[in-house]
């Protein structure tokens, strides 16, 4: 006689309690929604490389020229507002001047050093239509750097936006004697708005294929001259297309940013991403605490971009109050996500919650770099993570990257002396984030640096695994959990050894930064006399609530209690032995507010090297001044740290 039949009211629960738990270990709705964004965005870009319609511009046109989206608003910057009608009239009115003013021709570069405005939108679109390639320049660069990337583009044409010609001096010009240096004034602008708006044709646009440079954009330069990295058409569509579909972004979304347009976040994943979705892109001149939120509600915006230290600056700032009924508008917005790379784990929540977002689009890459990592956050699951996949995701992809182990002295992947081949490092532990290439055909996948190939090679490793394969060196070390998230770890160089120990210091700056005292913090290795490795140092903007007295000087209270509260949360090893107290309340970081440690580490704490800062360093429990008789005894090796 067989078994009884198992109720369906016992085996339906059953069956859901399995799905759950399989869902919930293996992320599988959520490689899903993954999968749902690749998978149309793959099509997308071969059936435009089909139809020869490669260049982004067709994408531009088709709304501009389409009875649904022609009226729709495109770009909105101040108090200026632009359909996408009337920003293709205006785009193809600047491709006319450039043509028959320029002779700006297919296949050229032509340079834009400007800050974001609605005029580098339509000039950027407008070199575009012309089958010409935009280099962006950071519009900060001055003097020697300034040079450099002008140089590296090999343009004869640099239009520049006023705000910022002061940058091009005479010597600059000097240098440059072929290059012509056009700062778009008003009056030039309206010259420009009155030529015709002859649409080029498509014979200028025709034959681009995707790993042809679609844009040129300059690495931040933080421990050297910028490099030029080629963004191909393929990259650029790809990181819209996918981007914009992964954080569901839909016509009717207002997508505001204020990070500066020339780097790949601002262009690719903020102007690009709302192209391709159709949508409202609104942009910021620059990126401002105080007047932040002020344009977000200004543009009725429901994405917010940011980079680098941006929420943490949006964090420290005090509660924005309506002067007329006295109301705390830290939630009076419509932002549903906020999307972008580099949020710090000790900010995350505590910016969700002050300023009520609901979910958190992190990404992990490169501008050069041909892979990426997502982690689309809507609970405390991935707090904090640059990156997480499930079981479909690292089926598919997962032998497309590795992470393999560091030997921190020669800045390498470590090699077996045995096979000769790197090592991936366990799940949880820290190593070197690679993403492999094609062995035969790796420039279809890395374009590498525009005229350096010397500098494109050092970004590719061969005979990693196996002889001759290749893979992209992302200098990025990164810990992959056994839950599938991914956490930033270092960058290689800013990880320092003490006490024979590797240090992290973005681990070292997360704990310092959790204490309410620190509204942000700088940690990197300093060298000291007598100590073989680097001691940690962390370059600290305090609270004013922990200081007192003429200059703003810490209080006792706030150094024992920092103290105390990094021997809690860090080994012995990784304790910030010195603190550095910036004065002026503000640490250099790059145009898109990513820290700069390279000054820093070369001042180090030598009295003398840190200008108008103060230097602590940890002893009997606190933190106490740290003085040139103090210098000089760890000189003659009376002090052991």
Partial sequence: MGAPPVPLSVVGPAVAAAAAYINAR????????????????????????????????YTFESLATSKS???????????????????????LRYATWMKERKGIKRGELVALDFQNSDTFVFLFLAIWSLGATPALINYNLVGKSLVHCVKKATTRLVLVDPAVAGN????????????????????LEAQARAMDAIRPPDEVRSGVKGMDMAILIYTSGTTG????????????????RFTSRWI??????????????????????????????????????????????????????????????????LLSAP???????????????????????????????????RFGIETIAEFY???????????????????????????????ILGRSLAVVDVDHETELPSRDPKTGFCRRVRRGEPGELLFKLPADKVEERFQGYFNDKGASSKKVMRSVFSKDDAWFRTGDVVRWDTENRVYFSDRIGDTFRWKSENVSTAEVAQVVGL???????????????????????????MSPSATSGEGGAPTDEALKSLAAHVKAGLPKYALPLFLRVIKGGALQTTGTNKQQKHILRTEGVEPGKTGEDSVFWLKNGTYVSFASKDWMTLNVGNVRL
Wanted: with cysteine.
């Fill in 365 to 395: 890459g490169a501008t050069e770099g041909t892979f990426a990592t997502w982690n689309l956050s809507r609970n405390d699951f991935s707090v904090g993570a640059v990156g997480r996949s499930g079981f479909i995701y690292n089926f």
């Fill in 26 to 57: 293996g992320l599988v709705s959520y490689d899903l929604e993954m999968v749902g964004a690749v998978v149309p965005t793959l099509a997308r870009v071969w059936w435009n490389a089909s139809r020869d319609r490669v260049n982004q511009f």
């Fill in 69 to 91: 989206s022609a009226n729709r608003v495109f770009l909105r910057f101040e108090d200026r507002v632009h359909t996408y009608a009337q920003a293709y009239d205006t785009v």
């Fill in 515 to 541: 204490h309410p005292a620190i509204l942000e913090a700088n940690v990197y290795g300093v060298e000291v006399p007598k100590h073989e490795g680097r001691a940690g140092c962390a370059a600290v903007i």
């Fill in 168 to 187: 091009v001096t005479d010597d600059v010009r000097s240098e440059l004697g072929g290059v012509s240096f056009e700062v778009v004034t008003p009056e």
């Fill in 319 to 353: 509660p924005k109050v309506d002067p007329v009924t006295g109301e705390n508008l830290d939630r009076k917005h419509k932002v549903r996500i906020a999307f972008g790379n580099g949020l710090r784990p000790d900010v995350w929540n505590r910016f969700k919650e």
């Fill in 225 to 240: 001259l910028p490099k030029a990295a080629i963004v191909s058409w393929s990259k650029a569509a790809m990181t819209s």
């Fill in 248 to 313: 569901g972004t839909k016509t009717s979304d207002v997508f505001y940013s204020a990070m500066p347009l020339y780097h790949s976040t601002g262009m690719l994943m903020g102007l690009l991403h709302t192209l391709v979705a159709g949508a409202t892109f609104a942009v910021g001149r620059k990126f401002s605490t105080s007047h932040f939120w002020d344009d977000v509600r200004k543009h009725d915006a429901n994405i917010i971009q940011y980079v680098g230290e941006t929420c943490r600056y």
